[in-house]
């Protein structure tokens, strides 16, 4: 058996994973699957080495085996279809035509385990006019709309800079295993899933496609202006690029925030209704920015939710990271790697009967897995084994 | 397992669900389950789901039952009106939850004080319920009296201080995407506690999901990255390391509007020389990294825009795609999203129409399942189903 435990806690023990996934959405996915007890084996190329640039794989591949396994060579290939016969997912997240390349397509695989869950996440869509066209969170957020909601001002649309279709697809990626593999226990079917990564945030866009499409309404980009509220949006605070977000949407609200500033130019009885603040939102943005921008961030946060206002730090992630409500909240985790000290890594924020937290581990190296998977999963001979090493098929 | 598992073919067919979460987190899990087979029942107060009266709204006269926001999330649901704060109304919610498998509130502590409901008083009627409470910040903590809202979310989820440009005030992304995304996560948490109790004869229980932590959880790179700040960075993607990307990683106007152009890696940077036609930049140390030399991705986005100039985005999309393998893609509006030909080959969307609100287009289910996209029915009006379930 591998030398850490990867079977015995976690609601989804048992379970057996199969993961071609590489980069973001994938692999936050499967270390979801993997956080809840499910084993899941990570297939990597043995000729590319897991990056531990910025520690960005080793975030997302914790509590995972991993074998390396070369398969476009047919002994890898067959390799690699044993494994299927012993799984119960597949997932990967290739451009449609690795697949078909490498043939490992679901047919294929079927014929070694007919009733085999997979789910492939393709940039666009597995068919289509665009599905052999690359694809990248960024770019399938830009495809998707959201982009065009984003700026400061209506002809100028930003990116989120963070590659949103990722972080949504692997959520989406949990919610789809979860439930196709409990409908695979209950009746023994299996299922092809095509989860396209440009398909995901139209589904955090609902509202925005229903109004559109029945009545013309659009957003352009307007700051963090709401369309009813004011005010709305981050104030500069004291310090470099310290902000604090401030989001009135009732009148309570705004009258506690003037007893604050206690600046007799919001007295003024234009601003005493809503549509009154809205006309005059630059006017009151600015005296707010001029009271906020001589105070610390967290302090007045905390001054400010006191009175009921919804007020909150801007935290950049070293603030996350320190964060005094997460950390009461024991949200971390601490992760024990075997030549460094215990590193701080984020936690799951799922709750439910995950694998017990002692027996977390960290990414496996390239391969670190690959004898005790072949031998003892699969029943190779130790003779196999250091003949598939030999000719560099597994390393 | 009832037997009836084994006779339909949806994966939650058999699940019945009771939610009085209101706005989108609670609903969105629910609505996404639904998609799933469940049967949802939403407990309404007499005067509706606030998000019944959220702008924009597809009926000029009707603002109860045309809100875009609402209708969206409440999808295949049946709604059933319970004023649960006094006592009948007390009793007949927990009546409804007595058969149901899995309760989705979002009361905080507040809610919990003020109506005295304490996380036990479902479960101790129904054992093997599962009850899910998804609230901003969770009912202990420093922050778990604090107002929330979705900018409000994300600034404190480290996410607002990724969006904007560098010397300007971060930005929020569009809409309510904290509360949505913590929708999954409360699929998520339910399927996983479903799969425990059903497979493994784990009883009931009582979870506790926060938008706060589901925002944490979606860094792409963990949160000290070695003591670095990381920066917005505008119409560029944001760095994860003091490397930074290449320049020709951002998004740039064509000439019936913008391009967005992924990338990081030496051979994209080298494609996208190739498609310029300008191999002498790959010569050129000064852009080896945009952001120690940030002049460098002025001069490369003033380079693209001038190649797309005459250019359509569908122009540039096609030949970026095809010839030069680029990952890339036009910025769509959400009205041309509409009419895209590749959402349209998947069935993204669907045509539902509601008595009052009328048709319009709905996202479906972000999936295919063995090639086909799952079908979801309308929003129902407030009480629409009341005398089905309360006599």
Partial sequence: MPAVDTVSSGALRHLRVIDLTRVWAGPLGTRTLADFGAEVIKVSDPRIPLSRVGKINDKLNRNKLNIALRLDKPEGRD?????????????????????????????????????????????????GPYSEYPAFGSTAEAMSGINSMIGYVPDRPLQTGLSYADPISGLNLVNVILAFARRRSITGKGNFIDLALADSPLGTLGEFFVANSATGYKQDPNGNRHSQYTPHGAFRCFGDDQWIAISITNHFQWEQLKDKVNDSRLESPEYEDISGRKANEETINRILEEWTSSRDAAELMEELQHQGIPAAKVSNNLDVLNDPHLNKREYFSFLKSSVKDIEKYDGQAIPGNQKERSKWFPMRNLGEDSSSIVMEYLGYSKYKYLSLLKQGVIS | MPSEYFENDLPLDGIKIV????????????KLLGSLGAEIIKVELPEGDWSRKAPPFLSETNHTESSALYLYNNTGKKSVVIDWRNSEGLHDLKNLIKSADVFIEDWDRSARTKWNLNSEIFLEDNPQLIELCITP???????????????????????????????????????????????????NSIQIAL????????????????????????????LDMGGVIRQRSGHRQSPLSSNGFPPGVCTVSAKDGYMTFGGGSPVIWEQLCLMLGRLDLLEDDRF???????????????????????????????????????????????????????????????KITHPVAGEATYPSPTFTANGEKLEVSRS???????KEYIW
């Fill in chain 2, 380 to 386: 129902p009006m407030l009480g629409e189903h009341t």
């Fill in chain 2, 19 to 30: 939610e009085t979460a209101q706005g989108v987190s609670g609903p969105y899990a629910a």
């Fill in chain 1, 79 to 127: 390799v690699f279809l044993d494994l299927v016969s012993v799984g119960d997912v597949v997932i990967e997240n290739f451009r449609p035509r690795v697949m078909r390349n490498l043939d490992i397509t679901y047919e294929k695989l079927l014929e070694v385990n007919p009733n085999l869950l997979m789910c492939s996440m393709p940039g666009f869509g597995l068919a």
């Fill in chain 2, 288 to 350: 080896d990294n945009v952001f120690e030399n940030p002049e460098s991705g002025l001069i490369v986005d003033q380079i693209m825009e001038s190649w797309m100039a005459e250019k359509t985005r569908e122009e540039v999309f096609e030949e970026a795609s095809s010839i030069w393998m680029l990952p890339v893609s036009p910025v769509k509006k959400i009205n041309e999203i509409l009419e895209d030909k590749q959402y349209a080959s998947r069935h993204a969307f669907q």
């Fill in chain 2, 195 to 222: 799969w425990d109790r059903d497979f493994f004869g784990e009883s009931g229980k009582f979870l506790e999901l926060t938008m706060m932590e589901t925002l944490a959880n979606l860094h792409q790179a963990p």
């Fill in chain 2, 137 to 187: 910040f969770g009912l202990y903590g420093p922050y778990s009296n604090y107002k929330s809202s979705p900018l409000i979310q994300l600034a404190l989820g480290g996410i607002l201080n990724l969006v904007g440009n560098p010397e300007q005030e971060p930005l929020m992304l569009p809409g309510n995407q904290p509360d949505y995304l913590t929708g999954i996560n409360g699929s």
